[in-house]
């Protein structure tokens, strides 16, 4: 009876070990596709911003800048250099943040420009267009919400607060996802696309330019689990390390709906938003 119970926990273990290096081989491939998609949208970013890049030396032909222009315009370029070489040895999530760190940096450099040709203020240094941060500088915060959900602030650029004032729906910046066929806002992709969108609006938390709501989402984990699951689901990885210092009760959702519960990091926050 004991050489059985001993051959029955050897199986045991031997199936539990099989089955945990299959499970942790299949994370490891997931993390890889997720990694690739993410850089993928990185990489049209890149594309794009090169292309607004290219366009200033249209913009800038003939015209003699002085030597605020001219720091701009070199750092526009620089910027642009740094994010192609970032993305070229992206090799883990975190590498995407310096990527979009660059690309931001480098569009307000290269709005700066364009002011200077067209004889203009220099804009102010706002947080990217929340609907696609390829739009560059957002100009103001608007009341926005998707089908369904509550108005929250959210900082915007002119063209698309020119859109949502009319009734229009806003250029919204679609990304790859799941299957890799199917693209949806960047705020909805999960916590792949974390890192991406901490480069564009980490460095305006704190500095009172950023909605709160919208930067605590951004800040932690971005907006995975869509509107409703801001503060759930997916936040929760990031509330189980901070937890139970911002109170009791649960998150609710950045556009409403029930978020579920966040593992205390964005606790109580149901209450005020």
């Not at 660059?102 to 569009?107: N, Y």
């Not at 290269?110 to 220099?122: D, Q, T």
């Not at 998707?146 to 004032?165: F, K, S």
Request: glycine residues 18%.
């Amino acid at each position: 009876m004991t050489e059985v119970f001993l051959l029955l926990l050897v199986v045991l273990g031997a199936v539990f070990f099989i089955g945990h290096r299959k499970e942790k081989k299949r994370q490891r491939e997931l993390h890889a596709a997720e990694l690739q998609q993410v850089k993928k949208t990185a990489e049209e970013d890149v594309t794009a911003f090169g292309e607004e890049v290219a366009e200033l030396d249209v913009i800038t032909a003939g015209v003699d800048l002085d030597t605020g222009g001219a720091q701009d315009y070199k750092q526009a370029l620089d910027s642009y250099d740094v994010a192609k070489e970032t993305l070229e040895k992206v090799s883990e999530p975190t590498d995407i943040r310096h990527v979009t760190e660059a690309l931001e940096d480098g569009r307000y450099a290269a709005k700066c420009v364009r002011a200077r040709v067209e004889g203009k203020p220099l804009p102010v240094r706002r947080p990217p267009c929340f609907f696609n941060p390829q739009h560059g500088p957002s100009v103001e915060d608007i009341d926005w919400a998707p089908a369904g959900g509550q108005l929250r602030p959210v900082p915007v650029c002119a063209a698309d607060a020119e859109r949502v004032a009319v009734g229009a729906d806003p250029l919204v910046r679609k990304v790859v996802t799941g299957d890799g066929h199917t693209r949806r806002a960047y705020w909805e992709a999960g916590p792949a696309y974390a890192e991406y969108n901490r480069g564009y609006f980490n460095s305006y938390a704190g500095s009172g330019l950023l909605p709160g709501v919208l930067m605590g989402a951004m800040m932690f984990g971005g907006m995975g689990g869509g509107w409703d699951g801001a503060y759930g689901g997916d936040m929760g990885d990031a509330g189980g390390d901070m937890g139970g210092d911002m109170g009791g009760g649960d998150g609710g959702g950045f556009f409403g709906g029930d978020g579920g519960d966040g593992g205390g990091l964005f606790d109580g926050f149901g209450d005020i938003f």
